[in-house]
């Protein structure tokens, strides 16, 4: 079974940084596209950044030149570094990836996100 799991949410100041990890496990043949998406409060799920296998990039213009969007393909890991936080950028953090498994065919999967909260 496939599974993708999140880390490195939490409280931060206007300004500070954070780095998103996400890792993804199960019997696993390739992967193809990763990704962040965030959905704040009130609002609807939203692109954050994307990376293909071979490092070409992505980025909603929210991001641009504040997050950066990296990825380790031998640990099937994406990050995602925040930079010069703001306190829009509060929201609840999905990671996303194109997999296809062991058994099956391609399939978008989704963590289960992770909180990152920008406040003074």
């Known amino acids: 079974q496939v599974q993708l799991g999140e880390s490195g949410g939490g409280l931060v100041e206007p300004g500070g940084s954070l780095t998103l990890s996400c890792a993804a496990s199960?019997?696993?043949?390739?992967?193809?596209?990763m990704g962040w998406y965030r959905q704040a409060p009130g609002k609807e799920r939203e692109l954050v950044a994307t990376i293909t296998p071979v490092g070409y990039t992505n980025y909603a213009d929210a991001g641009k030149g504040r997050f950066t969007i990296s990825r380790d393909n031998a640990k099937k890991t994406v990050y995602l570094q925040m930079n010069s936080l703001k306190l829009d950028d509060t929201a609840v953090y999905y990671c996303n990836a194109d997999i296809l498994p062991n058994r099956g065919s391609w399939y978008s999967y989704w963590g289960q996100g992770t909180q990152v909260t920008v406040s003074s």
């Open positions: 199960g019997s696993i043949v390739t992967i193809n596209r």
